[in-house]
C-alpha cells in the first residue's frame, strides 16, 4: 500500500496511522515498495536510513499524524461537549416529567381519599336503609302475628 492510498482512506483509520509511520516510496531505495515481495516487513523498516541522502529529515508524515490525531481530540472533545448539553437538557426534561408526575399522583391521591370518603358514606346509608327495611318488615309480622293469634297458632 502506498502513502497516497492510506492519505485517502478514513483519517481514523489505526491501520493508516500505523503505515504512515513508514518511509514514503520518495525516500529511496530503503522504502518498503522497494523492497523484494519476499523479504519480511520487519527488515524492511530496519534497512530505511534514518535520514535522506541530502541530511534533511522529512518530517511531513510526523506532522499529518500530529495534525489528524489533534483534529481527533477537537472532534472528540466537540462530540463530548455536545453529549453533556444533550445529557443536561434530557436531566431538565426527565426533572420537568418528574414533577408533572408527582403532581398528577397528587391530584390522583386527593381524588381517591374523596372516592374512600364517598363510598364509606354511602356504605353507612346502605347499612341504615337496610336495617330501616329489615326493622320495617319485621315489625309488621310482629304486629300481624299479636294481633291475630289464632293464625299464628294454626
Known amino acids: 500500500m502506498t502513502e497516497t492510498t492510506l492519505r485517502d ?5 489505526a491501520g493508516a496511522w500505523l503505515m504512515r509511520s513508514l518511509p514514503s516510496p520518495s525516500r529511496g531505495p530503503g522504502s518498503p515498495e522497494a523492497q523484494p515481495q519476499d523479504q519480511p516487513r520487519d527488515n524492511a523498516i530496519r534497512s530505511v536510513p534514518d535520514a535522506p541522502p541530502s541530511g534533511r529529515r522529512d518530517w511531513s508524515a510526523s506532522l499529518d499524524l500530529i495534525h489528524e490525531a489533534t483534529a481527533a481530540i477537537r472532534i472528540s472533545e466537540e462530540r463530548a461537549s455536545e453529549l453533556e448539553e444533550e445529557l443536561q437538557r434530557t436531566v431538565a426534561q426527565a426533572q420537568e416529567r418528574a414533577a408533572t408526575l408527582e403532581a398528577q399522583i397528587a391530584v390522583a391521591l386527593n381524588r381517591a381519599e374523596l372516592a374512600e370518603r364517598r363510598a364509606d358514606d354511602a356504605e353507612e346509608w346502605l ?3 337496610h336495617d330501616a327495611v329489615v326493622n320495617g318488615f319485621s315489625r309488621r309480622e310482629t304486629q300481624t302475628t299479636s294481633a291475630h293469634p289464632a293464625t299464628s297458632a294454626a
Open 9 to 13: 482512506r478514513e483519517p481514523s483509520s
Open 127 to 129: 347499612a341504615r336503609m
